[in-house]
């Protein structure tokens, strides 16, 4: 039989990062975690986890990390059943920038208003929130991929869509107002990150009919310093246009194609949870996104 106390401080160390961390989060000494976690991976035949920084699960605490999560979920839901107190029970979601940058907190605000649980935000990328969801690393994710998981449920949110911006300095220095694909393509460009290029090269095949290229791309993995980077006239950028209404509506981005946008899917996906809270959540992300991607 698993060690529930031990698999909940597994799921403390991994979730804060550190065993002191962790152990703190769960008021007990840092040795005792530890040799809980030492046990526990006595009891399952293996290792839970790497222990570099930062620390890392190995597949068979992967799977560990999924139960328990699922088992604090039911538990909260069994103790509100039958009477019981009950604390409310943390739910993990994966979510890209984008979204969290834009319509994302304005969830929260409307779950917050119905339910105490806590949310934990894993930030990735939409075309790798779905595979986080399919390891059981958390109970929701927001993709662009509409399949559903393996015991899990699948609804489409609506449109993201994308242009490309850059401030009336950029377009001066740069572009001297002759602005053409070939033309923008050899002027400095923005990245997220590795996986921002799906994006970008979605948008300058789709968009603009030209070959991908990224050579003059700088990297800059902020949301907010995305959106600075173009301001400042640095860069142009690939950018939500839900991100930038008020820049754009005030002259200080400017849509480089103004009739080529990309866009990108949403849905939301879930695991199949007698939860109430994971199903209040839902309905929060339902009616933002209902509203906003339009």
């Keep these: 039989m698993l060690d529930y106390d031990a698999l909940r401080c597994f799921h403390e160390v991994l979730r ?42 190995t597949p068979l605490g992967k799977e560990l990390l ?28 994966a979510v890209n920038n984008d979204v969290l940058a834009t319509w994302f907190s304005q969830v929260m605000a409307a779950f917050s208003d119905k339910r105490a649980n806590p949310i ?20 929701a994710c927001i993709s662009q991929t509409g399949t559903p998981v393996t015991g899990g449920q699948s609804i489409r949110l609506g449109t993201m869509r994308y242009q490309l911006y850059a401030s009336p300095r950029f ?28 994006l970008l090269t979605d948008y300058q095949r789709e968009c603009l009919n030209i070959a991908p290229s990224f050579t003059t791309c700088h990297w800059y993995p902020s949301s907010h310093g995305f959106v600075k980077m173009a301001l400042d006239g640095v860069v142009w ?12 509506n005030e002259g ?38 209902k509203a906003q991607l339009k």
């Excluded at 975690?33 to 699960?57: C, N, Y």
């Excluded at 934990?120 to 109970?139: E, P, S, W």
């Excluded at 923005?190 to 799906?198: K, P």
């Design 16 to 57: 804060y990062g550190g065993f002191e961390k962790g152990a703190q989060a769960l008021n007990l000494t840092q040795s005792a975690v530890s040799q809980k976690i030492k046990r526990l991976e006595q009891s399952v035949g293996g290792p839970v986890m790497v222990r570099t920084k930062p620390l890392r699960a």
């Design 66 to 93: 999924a139960h328990i999560q699922k088992v604090s979920v039911l538990e909260e839901a069994l103790n509100i059943q039958s009477g019981l107190e009950a604390s409310a029970a943390p739910i993990s979601v």
């Design 120 to 139: 934990h935000i894993v930030n990735a990328d939409q075309t790798q929130t779905r595979d986080i969801l399919q390891q059981g690393r958390v109970m």
């Design 171 to 198: 377009i001066e220095r740069y572009l001297h107002k002759e602005i053409s694909p070939q033309s923008v393509m050899s002027t400095p460009g923005l990245l997220y990150d590795e996986y921002d290029v799906t």
């Design 237 to 248: 950028a690939l950018l939500p246009t839900l991100q930038v209404k008020q820049e754009v």
């Design 252 to 289: 200080d981005l400017v849509p480089l194609f103004p009739h080529k946008e990309l866009g990108v899917p949403l849905f939301w996906h879930w695991t199949t949870l007698e939860s109430a809270a994971l199903a209040d959540l839902t309905k929060a992300v339902k009616n933002i996104a």
